[in-house]
Nanobody, 120 residues
């Protein structure tokens, strides 16, 4: 699986931003796509995931009320919509893929990170 992410940028507190993650490869229906972020000096943080069918989603409690993950099957693209951004959301954001049915530690295919900076 190859992943190409886009959508980072510099925004202000309260703004919204949408990340895109375009996937390519074989048997994509066997994968889940997850979103992670890593802030400077902090460990990588899992945010959300979605099945390739789009029918199964999961969110970490910390972002569930502000982040939404969705999928455009026709474009093989997964989106992470973020609203009401806060300075603490400043981080590099990554999409990743894992085999369906495996646990979170199995995310082994990674796209390039995209930087999000939220100014106060």
């Amino acid at each position: 699986v190859q992943l190409q992410a886009s959508g980072g940028g510099l925004v202000q507190t309260g703004d919204s931003l949408r990340h895109s993650c375009a996937a390519s490869g074989r048997a994509l229906s066997n994968y889940f796509i997850g979103w992670f972020r890593q802030a400077p000096g902090k460990e990588r943080e899992f945010l959300a995931q979605i099945s390739w069918s789009g029918s199964l989603t999961y969110y970490e409690d910390s972002v569930e009320d502000r982040f939404t993950v969705s999928k455009d099957r026709a474009r093989n693209t997964v989106f992470l919509q973020m609203i009401n951004l806060k300075p603490e959301d400043t981080a590099k954001y990554y999409c990743a893929a894992k085999i369906r049915g495996s646990d979170r530690t199995a995310y082994g295919f990674w796209g390039p990170g995209t930087q999000v900076t939220v100014s106060s």
